[in-house]
């Protein structure tokens, strides 16, 4: 069984930053490509960044320059910072793993529960 769990989450004034992070534990044998997500009231979820098992990284074009995603292999955990905080990025935000549980099964992607963040003065 896998689980991701997400910490971080909260609420800040514009302009402010907040780190958020995801544990992935369980039964992992190789962990690929992690990411995080949002979805806010009323609209669909989005991706906001990737980041590969090599750390090559994806950012939507939204938070560009203001995000950045990073990943602890040794840990298994995926970070996003994020700074300049605008009130569109209010949002739960969600971690996703990209994993096999061991040598012969299929990659599959898990879900965490996620986490709230809200920008607002």
């Known amino acids: 069984q896998v689980q991701l769990v997400e910490s971080g989450g909260g609420l800040v004034q514009p302009g402010g930053s907040l780190r958020l992070s995801c544990a992935a534990s369980g039964n992992i044998y190789s962990l690929y490509t992690m990411g995080w997500y949002r979805q806010a009231p009323g609209k669909q979820r989005e991706l906001v960044a990737l980041i590969s098992g090599g750390g090559s990284t994806n950012y939507v074009d939204s938070v560009k320059g203001r995000f950045t995603i990073s990943r602890d292999n040794a840990k298994n955990t995926v970070n996003l910072q994020m700074n300049s905080l605008k009130p569109e990025d209010t949002a739960v935000y969600y971690c996703?793993?990209?994993?096999?549980?061991?040598?012969?099964?299929?990659?599959?992607?898990?879900w965490g529960q996620g986490t709230q963040v809200t920008v607002s003065s």
């Open positions: 996703n793993a990209n994993l096999r549980t061991d040598a012969t099964a299929k990659a599959y992607t898990y």
